[in-house]
């Protein structure tokens, strides 16, 4: 059961299987387009789709549920969730750590549903309703964005069944998806702009385990705001600094906008003239001390080609 469990939690995604795409049905939805949809006990497929599937946190995703049960960071991360690399980049993140059934590990019963469902993941909250963003047009300036909705549609999934009708708009705020993207929104970004630039370049170790911090762990990256040279290198208001003293949702979008800043040179943090200046004169030390050490490195080997050739002469002079 374990072996059939992983299997298909490596086939199945969010919005059905990655290899059979015909789930999505071939219609485009507005916000006021109406759809038949109810997920509730009575359903006969009720907590199917909680099984067989990986969910992928976002960091809000993570401070509530770890708010909900009450856990710091690192117990809630060791606990309920395993790595994983987001949106075929490399960037790490994680994704809820499924039983040995394959299933969810807060679902109570098929019954009692899920324990954390008011604090539940976006992914959760978004089925069935995609959204999706389609650029058309020539330079980056000149393409227009149209942002517009699809249906998943699962075998499964007895709740197309259901005599509920509501626009998308109203499906998406009863599940309280419009907040989630407002939470989500930049974080979603940076992992999108870093899924456009393919294999061609890879993040370093160090600037993997920055985001991993800044993302899962909010706590330790106050401490790294807080207790490093973190407000001596960047320029940082009095009012954000209070802010994100003691605001968790403060301190994400902060952390949102540094990973920006460092990953992408975005003008979100601003580091210091001082610090540039600094940064520069030692760049330049650094390339003038290399130089020296080339230049020292091919003077002595010229001298000893040099003396290699004396010698060699000297021998074939003998021999004549």
């Known amino acids: ?17 990655d290899n059979n795409p015909s789930n999505i049905l071939p219609q485009k939805y507005t916000l006021d387009d109406k759809i038949k949809f109810r997920c509730h006990p009575g359903v006969s497929c009720f907590t199917e789709c909680c099984g067989g599937i990986k969910i992928v946190l976002t960091p809000y995703d993570i401070l509530m549920m770890r708010r909900r049960l009450n856990l710091s960071a690192p117990e809630f991360l060791h606990t309920y969730t395993q790595p994983t690399y987001l949106e075929k980049t490399d960037i790490p993140g994680v994704a809820i750590k499924l039983n040995e059934d394959g299933r969810c590990p807060f679902i109570i019963s098929k019954e009692e549903g899920c324990r954390i469902y008011t604090d539940r993941p976006s992914a959760c909250r978004y089925y069935p309703v995609g959204m999706a963003n389609f650029h058309e047009g020539g330079s980056e300036e000149e393409k227009a964005s149209e942002e517009f909705y699809f249906i998943v549609k699962e075998s499964h999934c007895k709740g197309f069944e259901e005599d509920k009708e509501w626009t998308v708009r109203e499906w998406r705020e009863d599940q309280g998806v419009d ?17 456009s630039f393919g294999h061609q370049a890879t993040l370093s170790e160090q600037a993997k385990r920055m985001f991993f911090m800044a993302s899962t762990d909010l706590d330790q990256f106050r401490k790294f705001v807080f207790e490093s040279t973190f407000l001596d290198t960047y320029m940082i208001d009095d009012e954000t600094i209070e802010k994100i003293k003691e605001d968790d949702i403060e301190l994400m979008h902060f952390a949102v906008k540094f990973l920006a800043s460092s990953m992408f040179g975005t003008q979100d943090l601003k580091i210091h003239e001082d610090k540039i200046k600094d940064k520069i004169e030692r ?6 001390e290399t130089e020296q050490e080339l230049l020292s490195r091919g003077k002595s080997e010229l001298e000893g080609f040099r003396a290699e050739l004396n010698q060699k002469k000297q021998a074939g002079g003998g021999n004549n």
């Not at 989500?184 to 940076?190: D, G, R, V």
């Open 283 to 288: 760049m330049k030390k650094e390339q003038e």
């Open 1 to 17: 059961m374990k072996e059939k469990a992983n299997m298909s939690s490596k086939e199945k995604t969010l919005f059905g299987k």
């Open 179 to 195: 907040v989630r993207d407002r939470m989500n929104k930049e974080w979603m970004e940076i992992v999108m702009r870093r899924k």
